[in-house]
């Protein structure tokens, strides 16, 4: 089974940029979208950003609006989060997930990237 891998995590001061990555790790079909999510210590996890590729549309927390793009290639199969303007709020782990169709919730993930933003 496909599964999702997220990189480029890291250590950050408040105020910087990461930017997170995530592609399937092995011959992956096509996704009706693909999202972000991050779970802190001691917290739920909460939705990100979700990109649907079929539309192009864009979905962003409140959270985070302003301050972190999400994006993909052109072969709909690899997902980026910009991350700009960091706080130390954003720490947690994030993680990388694909809907493989509108009529089923997430379905595909990641075993998640640990971004640390230092006040």
């Known amino acids: 089974q496909v599964q999702l891998v997220e990189s480029g995590g890291g250590l950050v001061q408040a105020g910087g940029s990461l930017r997170l990555s995530c592609a399937p790790s092995?011959?992956?079909?096509?996704?009706?979208?693909m999202g972000w999510f991050r779970q802190a210590p001691g917290k739920e996890r909460e939705f990100v950003a979700v990109?649907?590729?079929?539309?192009?549309?864009?979905v962003y927390a409140n959270s985070v609006k302003g301050r972190f793009t999400i994006s993909g290639d052109n072969a709909k199969t690899t997902v980026y989060l910009q991350m700009n303007d960091l706080k130390p709020e954003d720490t947690a782990v994030y993680y990388c997930?694909?809907?493989?169709?509108?009529?089923?919730?997430?379905?595909?993930w990641g075993q998640g990237t640990q971004v640390t933003v230092s006040s």
């Open positions: 092995g011959r992956a079909g096509s996704t009706y979208a």
């Open positions: 990109v649907t590729w079929y539309s192009g549309n864009t």
């Open positions: 997930a694909a809907r493989s169709s509108p009529i089923v919730s997430y379905n595909i």
